[in-house]
């Protein structure tokens, strides 16, 4: 065959994802949408907002809920972002009526009582959140903010509870590169506000089937940090820069999963999950290009030393050379492959797996 077919594959999760029924289980319809709506309006993504959205309707969030998180977000994620969320669903439920679904208002927040103080109401939220009196005292200006606005004003609006609210952060947050701090401090404070652990491990699979695995493998690392659970971390890559394709057929020569995405001009991108690697094999007949673009990955050649490819690494396959390529442990890896200087008859060997061995002697 003149064309090399790569194996797809899906993630090798760690030992501390559970399955999509465990996640049902686990996390409410409701909170799910809560949780995936929260998480696209942090990326800034109207597209997949709608679509959490009509999701999330349709399973039963009311229309309150719904503008309520979005309008919570300002707090974490900006006005800029939380006032387009807020247009989008206002369209979609324009949409929607038009259509003639007739959506769930929901109820508004009580009116605040008499007499309310949103300092002391917003002190004593913070406090069971952090499980300790919390002075921000290097600005104190953001220490009202945080105590009189957000945990007061805000979190006294009773139609999201404080478990509600702390799932929208933990969602939102995990789709916030560089805020790491913040993502572990929350996942802590979801806990003293009545979140189940259950439910925090559940929130992992539910983005990374509905979201991403960036947002997924961040929210792992602070639930390591905070649950103290097992988990490697894995360098993640952006599909929507170099698709991921479909899983491929030729999976049998292959450890673990990839998958191939077929592009124009004879190029395939294949992706790797973490340690997959294909067998040795050999192409005769025709040269083979491998051109990293994500990810970390290796090439070796038999009785030679392995290669390391990061996004920039061009290898030219010789005619005739036993060889295997695939990812590292702890990363997703991608590369564009097509052939050149082809002859009539060429041909891919597939010969023995590369064994664990041989692997671990390569990425230790």
Request: hydrophobic share 40%; aromatic share 8%.
């Amino acid at each position: 065959m003149k064309r090399i077919l790569f194996l797809a594959l899906t993630a090798l999760l760690p030992c501390n994802i559970i399955n999509a029924q465990q996640m049902e289980n686990d996390l409410t319809p409701r909170r799910q949408g809560l949780a995936v709506i929260a998480a696209f309006e942090a990326k800034g993504d109207q597209t997949g907002l709608e679509t959490a959205l009509i999701e999330a309707l349709d399973n039963g969030l009311t229309v309150s809920e719904a503008k309520e998180a979005l309008s919570q977000l300002y707090a974490y994620t900006g006005f800029p972002r939380s006032l387009n969320a807020l247009g989008t669903l206002g369209r979609l439920l324009e949409k929607r009526q038009a259509a003639g679904i007739h959506d769930n208002p929901g109820r508004d927040a009580d009116p605040l009582p008499t007499g309310y103080d949103a300092l002391k109401q917003g002190t004593e939220v913070q406090t069971r959140l952090t499980g300790k009196p919390f002075d921000y005292t290097f600005f104190p200006a953001t220490d009202y903010y945080l105590k009189a606005h957000l945990f007061g004003d805000i979190f006294a609006r009773n139609n999201l509870s404080y478990s509600d609210r702390e799932i929208v952060t933990v969602s939102a947050i995990s789709a916030l590169p560089g805020c790491e701090p913040q993502l572990i401090a929350h996942v802590s404070g979801a806990r003293n506000m009545g979140v189940s652990d259950n439910e925090l491990r559940a929130l992992p699979a539910l983005l990374e089937e509905k979201v991403g695995q960036e947002e997924a493998e961040r929210l792992h690392g602070a639930l390591s940090a905070v649950l103290g659970d097992n988990h490697t971390a894995v360098h993640t890559v952006d599909f929507t820069v170099w698709p991921k394709g479909v899983p491929n057929p030729y999976g049998e020569f292959f450890t673990g999963n990839s998958y191939l995405a077929q592009l124009d001009g004879g190029l395939a991108n294949v992706t790797f999950e973490p340690g997959c690697r294909n067998n040795w094999h050999v192409h005769h007949g025709a040269v083979q290009v491998l051109i990293c673009v994500a990810g970390r990955g290796w090439y070796q050649e038999w009785g030679k030393p392995a290669v390391q490819m990061v996004p920039g690494t061009v290898i030219a396959i010789p005619k005739e050379t036993k060889h295997w390529h695939g990812a590292a442990k702890d990363s997703w890896f991608q590369h564009l492959t097509y052939h050149t200087d082809v002859q009539e008859g060429s041909s891919n060997e597939w010969l023995e797996p590369v064994s664990d061995q041989q692997y671990d002697s390569v990425d230790r």
